[in-house]
T-cell receptor, first 116, second 111 residues
């Protein structure tokens, strides 16, 4: 799948540091979704972005978390002042349009954040 | 709140055994349901999807799922599993333009 690319695959941070996770959608895709998977839990929706717009951020924690998808470059999920509870796998998905109803979300392999 | 739930967290089967993974959803109206699979170290892949019509949907790799409206269920089935089916399986439904996932079921198939 020369598709959705996420990096880094693994990231270790100490409490209080910042974490930046990047996601490059599949070529031609302009919609990006971020999900978080906590241990023993399912995938939780965080945010849905189009180029330069946040469409739905209903799943984002109110503080310390932000996301962007600039006109050029990858989408970035930023976590400031990380705490141990932020340790999780963060998955990015993309689609060519608002295509959730067809199920055509293409997922990356995830970025695993560990907070010491 | 609208939700999707999977009751089996970890299932262990021997090769050739039949598989059924449960999935229930809690909302009405238009229902679009999906099953995704994540093989070890790989990204999530779409197994199958249901939008309307025939409630029995066929997916890749011999998987199928049946939508039963009266039971709010969309269980995944396979008549005979293989060792290569070892993976984590996620049920999902759409909600306002985004996918809502169940907790996932880890399937281990013993050779």
């Amino acid at each position: 799948n020369a598709g959705v690319m996420q990096n880094p695959r693994h990231l270790v941070r100490r409490r209080g540091q910042e974490a930046r996770l990047r996601c490059s959608p599949m070529k031609g895709h302009s919609h990006v979704y971020w999900y978080r998977q906590l241990p023993e839990e399912g995938l939780k929706f965080m945010v849905y972005l189009q180029k330069e717009n946040i469409i739905d951020e209903s799943g984002m924690p109110k503080e310390r978390f932000s996301a962007e998808f600039p006109k050029e470059g990858p989408s970035i999920l930023r976590i400031q002042q990380v705490v141990r509870g932020d340790s999780a796998a963060y998955f990015c998905a993309s689609s060519p349009r608002d295509d959730v109803y067809t199920g055509e979300l293409f997922f990356g392999e995830g970025s695993r954040l560990t907070v010491l | 709140a609208q939700s999707v739930s999977q009751h089996n967290h970890h299932v262990i089967l021997s090769e050739a055994a039949s598989l059924e993974l449960g999935c229930n959803y809690s909302y009405g109206g238009t229902v679009n349901l999906f099953w995704y699979v994540q093989y070890p170290g790989q990204h999530l892949q779409l197994l199958l999807k249901y939008f309307s019509g025939d409630p029995l949907v066929k997916g890749i790799k011999g998987f199928e799922a049946e939508f039963i409206k009266s039971k709010f269920s969309f269980n995944l089935r396979k008549p005979s599993v293989q060792w290569s089916d070892t993976a984590e399986y996620f049920c999902a439904g759409n909600q306002g333009g985004k996918l809502i996932f169940g907790q996932g079921t880890e399937l281990s198939v013993k050779p």
